[in-house]
């Protein structure tokens, strides 16, 4: 196992009726900014029951974030910061205003003038704004964790950023939320949680007994509760694993002591930039062609992945391996999701080689546990996923 520090200071209020409890969290004398996204959150009763909890606090509001959570968007709500001398930010949604409001934490004390630089420059936040969550859609994690992931339409960018200023003080994760929830939607959430643990996982033995195994357990259970979560939305033991799952998929724990893989991620997002593809989707699109091409540096992950979390008992390494990778694309396909680039697609011609030129002008010249991926990696992996 790998040298590690883990901290994680982000506070949980988990279960059925705790959005009330955001009274308690939010300090009394704080002016806060109440950020949302297209209007679910007015029409799921979500809204009401937020601002019944905020009612002795001073609070603006900016909806509108989009997903995929745009710059110029989030430039508009940086002046409503600065106007109204906010203090405290309130992101309720899902990934995308949970990290649009991440920027926000971040561009709210940034002293340079383009805040596009914390992206451009990865430049990381040792202290932001203080914020907190309400989660609406279990999928990205990033209700207790510290990265985000913004994108810009004007140069179809999507960039990473973070730093351990940006964890939020509190998340409420009441599972009730996902009733309304479309299911396209559902399908994304599990889809990115189940890669989020694959990311971490999928790289090569390091003695990482327990990281393994909770790897694998959040995978089984991820497996388990999808065709119900699917099914019935109400089924509130189905939402809590589901909803517990993915934040627990992307908090940091897992991925301690271990190596992480990541490019699934960093192909995922450019297919996002460029197509506007949804960001599960992209992962779902990238994986099996990334884990066929890296086959022979990840084979002993991938046969123990099929033994333990899909019961390959049969064959060589080789071929459990293979069956694995089968399996998974498999659970995509039942989830409704295409793992095609020409499934979502026409014109794709050329997507390889553009994200491979992007890859190589930002310097990304090794990703992967083995930071060995060049960019005609890249690029050779894309094409496979035509
Ligand atoms: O905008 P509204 O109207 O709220 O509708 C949203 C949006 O259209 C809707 N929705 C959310 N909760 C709902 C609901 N609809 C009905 N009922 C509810 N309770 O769902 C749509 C998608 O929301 P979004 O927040 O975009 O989805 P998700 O949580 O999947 O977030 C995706 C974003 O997170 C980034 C992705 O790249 C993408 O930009 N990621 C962030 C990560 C992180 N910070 O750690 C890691 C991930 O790998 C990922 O990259
Ligand atoms: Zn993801």
């Known amino acids: 196992m790998n040298n590690f520090e883990y901290k994680n200071p982000t506070k949980i209020i988990f279960g059925k009726d705790t959005i009330e ?3 308690n969290e939010i300090p009394k004398n704080a002016k806060v900014l109440l950020l949302y996204g297209g209007g679910s959150i007015k029409k799921n009763g979500i809204y009401e029951q937020v601002k019944t909890a905020l009612k002795t606090v001073e609070v603006i509001e900016f909806g509108g974030i989009p997903a995929n959570p745009e710059y110029a968007v989030l430039m508009e709500a940086l002046n409503v910061i600065k106007n109204e001398n906010i203090t405290y930010l309130l992101a309720v949604g899902g990934g995308s205003v949970i990290d649009g409001t991440k920027f926000l934490s971040a561009a ?16 990381r936040t040792q202290k932001g704004m203080p914020f907190g969550t309400v989660l609406t859609l279990p999928a990205t994690g990033s209700e207790m964790n ?7 339409k004007e140069t179809k960018e999507k960039l ?33 949680a189940f890669t989020h643990v694959l990311e971490q996982y999928m790289t090569y033995p390091v003695g990482g007994l327990l990281q393994d195994r909770f790897a694998e357990s959040i995978l089984q259970t991820l497996i ?28 940091g724990l897992i991925q301690q002591g271990v190596p992480g893989d990541w490019a699934v991620h960093m192909m995922g997002h450019e ?27 990840k084979k002993e992950k991938l046969a123990q992945y099929g033994e333990r979390v899909w019961n390959i008992t049969e064959g060589t390494q080789d071929e459990k391996a293979k069956a694995a990778i089968a399996k998974t694309e498999a659970f995509f396909h039942q989830l409704g999701i295409d793992t095609k ?45 035509y």
């Open 21 to 23: 409890k955001l009274t």
């Open 108 to 123: 709210a004390v940034y002293d340079g003038d383009t805040p596009w630089d914390i992206l451009k420059n990865s430049i």
């Open 341 to 385: 680039l020409s499934e979502y697609i026409k014109d794709y011609e050329g997507t390889a080689q553009e994200i491979s030129k992007r890859f190589t002008n930002r310097g990304w010249t090794g990703i992967g546990e083995h930071k060995s991926l060049t960019p005609k990696d890249a690029e050779n992996i894309v094409k496979m996923a």
């Open 271 to 297: 297919l996002t930039a460029l197509f506007g593809i949804d960001h599960a989707r992209t992962l779902a699109i990238v994986m099996p062609s990334h884990y066929i091409y890296n086959f022979e540096a």
């Open 146 to 152: 510290s990265g985000a992931v913004i994108t810009r």
């Open 160 to 192: 990473s950023m973070g730093g351990p200023g940006l964890f939020p003080e509190f998340s409420i994760l009441d599972p009730k939320v996902i009733t309304s929830i479309p299911e396209r939607q559902l399908a994304n959430g599990l889809t990115d």
């Open 224 to 251: 388990e509760i999808a065709p119900k979560v699917m099914e019935d939305p109400t089924d509130h033991e189905a939402a809590s694993n589901f909803m517990w799952s993915c934040t627990m998929a992307l908090n």
